[in-house]
């Protein structure tokens, strides 16, 4: 990966309008502008009012990418789309609106800079989030403080040829396993090489994130119903209440969730029916459907990993900034018998020479949700590739894009 390519990313897949600027794999900025609070009303993502914010939303937050990145980087000018090396854009999948904003925005920007397009699979960013890096103070010898701009035109096309798999500042030790863990996906995804993958399980029916939140509902937690539930989960006992395991005797890596959706509408029903639950009674509900629906991800992680010898697991998703999703993952691949060493871990105590699994979450927690710096991490992998929109006009969003 060349560390001097610039890459300006959109990401408008759901309710969150989001542009970002990458440095090769270092996030210059990510900018998230959150709707929650017009869709609150509903319940839900109302698909109209996503479009409308969007389209208000997408050129001032493009802007403040490109200046956050300007400060980011040390420049004494403003960062235009003239230093931008490629534009990047999530195509599919996610809500139809609001992908067609976003594409309909970059490929009319992709005309007028004449920069090349690239396409990204929202779910791919997901899956290489873990990837991206923190931006770190440069050193006196990589500072991009220029007077202009076509001086650091200058210094970005004079590292052009400096593309090599090795340069970036992560050394990914294969076959890698990610594990996405969101909203409307919940996946294990197998691979020997950035690009090509290979699906092991995903979800037959809801979401991992999508059961939580709907639980969340029963429980009148309001919207989004997913963090809330988290949160009270601390508060709770996992073991009050046995939620059933799904799909144990199926040999796939299939999940289904549906099943513990319907056994808390059950629940509830039989054991407290027109009653509100009180407030321990509702953490206790929030802790052990959130470990009913992480217990049935570990047991399938369980059996790819008995089947799998993997070097590396990632972790990425909005569900995959849940604490107790991680020290579950932790625990599941000790009990394989295998060492595991964290990336996000300070504790010198693990080494990764030793480790027989690496496990990768993303930096920050903005880095889980829906964002644009994670499609433009995968585009920086793309470019190398040169996997750029040939035909712009035949460029369509993709919904249901797997």
């Not at 939140?213 to 309001?222: A, H, P, T, V, Y």
């Not at 009180?278 to 399938?300: E, L, P, W």
């Amino acid at each position: 990966m060349n560390k001097y390519l610039l890459i300006l990313a959109v990401d408008t897949s759901c309710d969150d309008t989001s542009a970002a600027v990458l440095r090769g794999d270092t996030v210059l900025s990510n900018i998230i502008a959150s709707q929650t609070e017009l869709h609150r009303p509903y319940g839900g993502v109302f698909p109209t009012v996503a479009k409308q914010a969007h389209k208000e939303n997408i050129e001032p937050t493009v802007k403040t990418a490109l200046k956050r990145a300007s400060i980011a980087l040390g420049n004494k000018t403003k960062l235009t789309i003239n230093n931008i090396d490629a534009l990047a854009v999530t195509v599919g999948p996610g809500l139809a609106p609001a992908l067609e904003v976003g594409l309909n925005f970059m490929k009319d920007l992709a005309i007028k800079s004449q920069k090349p397009l690239i396409a990204i699979n929202h779910i791919e960013g997901h899956a290489l989030s873990a990837l991206a890096q923190r931006n770190h103070s440069l050193k006196k010898n990589d500072t991009l403080d220029t007077k202009n701009s076509r001086q650091l035109e200058k210094l970005i096309e004079s590292n052009k040829k400096k593309i090599s798999d090795n340069s970036n500042n992560t050394n990914i030790n294969y076959p890698v396993l990610s594990i996405v863990v969101s909203g409307g996906h919940t996946e294990f995804i197998l691979f020997n090489k950035i690009g090509e993958y290979q699906i092991l399980g995903s979800s037959i029916d809801d979401a991992a994130g999508e059961c939580l939140d709907k639980i969340g509902r029963m429980l009148n937690l309001g919207y989004p119903a997913g963090p809330i539930m988290e949160k009270f989960a601390h508060l709770g006992n996992p073991k009050a209440i046995d939620f059933p395991l799904p799909m144990t005797t199926t040999k796939s890596f299939d999940m289904s969730f549906s099943g513990l959706k319907t056994f808390s509408r059950n629940y509830i029903e039989d054991h407290f029916g027109d009653t509100s639950l009180n407030q321990q009674q509702t953490y206790d509900f929030c802790a052990s459907a959130q470990y009913g629906v992480f217990r049935h991800i570990m047991y399938k992680l369980s059996k790819v990993l008995e089947k799998y010898d993997v070097a590396e697991i990632w972790l990425g998703g909005g569900v995959a900034a849940n604490v107790n999703l991680r020290k579950m993952i932790r625990e599941t691949i000790k009990n394989t018998g295998k060492k595991v060493s964290n990336s996000d871990t300070k504790n010198p105590k693990l080494s990764k020479q030793k480790a027989k699994i690496i496990f990768r979450t993303p930096f920050t927690k903005r880095l889980c949700m829906d964002n644009a710096a994670m499609i433009g991490l995968v585009a920086s992998y793309k470019f190398e590739r040169k996997e750029f929109v040939s035909d712009l006009e035949e460029l369509e969003r993709s919904p249901r894009l797997i």
